[in-house]
Nanobody, 122 residues
Framework: QLQASGGGLVQAGASLRLACVAS????????VGWFRQAPEKEREFVAT????????HYADSVKGRFTISRDNAKNTAYLQINSLKPEDTAVYYC?????????????????WGQGTLVTVSS
């Protein structure tokens, strides 16, 4: 089970750190991914991290502003978002899978959190 949190209403230029807490699974064995879904749009890949911290992959649209990280001791993954823009407004989901890396398709992930809403005002 995955539980995402940390979203909220912020102004453009602000930062947020989203968290994804895993329970009931061997978290360290899983690749973690973050996705987002804006209203009336498809869910899109944001970032993914293999179980080793030096293996990360980002969507081109977020490189330089988003940072994925994880603390395996806390069974938690994070997504640091800096310099937020109105176009970053979306529900952000964390996901996990153990099959491949990097995996950018939502269909590659078998476990999903409930999502946390990020709203960025201009």
């Amino acid at each position: 089970q995955l539980q995402a949190s940390g979203g909220g209403l912020v102004q453009a230029g602000a930062s947020l750190r989203l968290a994804c807490v895993a329970s009931g699974r061997a978290f360290t064995s899983y690749t973690v991914g973050w996705f987002r879904q804006a209203p009336e749009k498809e869910r899109e890949f944001v970032a993914t991290m293999k179980r080793t911290p030096d293996s990360t992959h980002y969507a081109d649209s977020v490189k330089g502003r988003f940072t994925i990280s994880r603390d395996n001791a806390k069974n938690t993954a994070y997504l640091q978002i800096n310099s937020l823009k109105p176009e970053d407004t979306a529900v952000y989901y964390c996901a996990a899978q153990a099959n491949r890396y990097p995996a950018v398709s939502p269909t590659s992930y078998g476990y999903w959190g409930q999502g946390t809403l990020v709203t960025v005002s201009s």
